[in-house]
């Protein structure tokens, strides 16, 4: 069994960065983050592979975000630059096999909100 923490989140101002972390307990293999906007479904944001050797990144986001994890530290993170209103969403951290559709493990969410 997986569990896994974020945090991180906030209130910026547009054109803003914040970095969201994820604790994960227990073994983990490819890890990611989706997010969701009021009112829409869940999203595909980034995943990493265990080794770190490949990432992914949804259209929105690429050149804007980044995903990093430490295997020592157990932990993933998430740099968000240049963000949006439109990046407005609760970020979930996910583990599992089955990106960028789906994943085993999910955590609780944690709120990010740009004003503009």
């Known amino acids: 069994q997986v569990q896994l923490v974020e945090s991180g989140g906030g209130l910026v101002q547009a054109g803003g960065s914040l970095r969201l972390s994820c604790v994960a307990s227990g073994r983990t293999y490819t890890m990611g983050w989706f997010r969701q906007a009021p009112g829409k479904e869940r999203e595909f944001v980034a995943a990493i592979t265990w080794s770190g050797s490949t990432t992914s990144y949804a259209d929105s986001v690429k050149g804007r975000f980044t995903i990093s994890r430490d295997n020592a530290k157990n932990t993933l993170y998430l740099q968000m630059n240049s963000l949006k209103p439109e990046d407005t969403a609760v970020y979930y951290c996910?583990?599992?096999?089955?990106?960028?559709?789906?994943?085993?493990?999910w955590g609780k969410g944690t709120l990010v909100t740009v004003s503009s």
């Open positions: 996910a583990a599992g096999q089955r990106f960028p559709r789906g994943a085993d493990y």
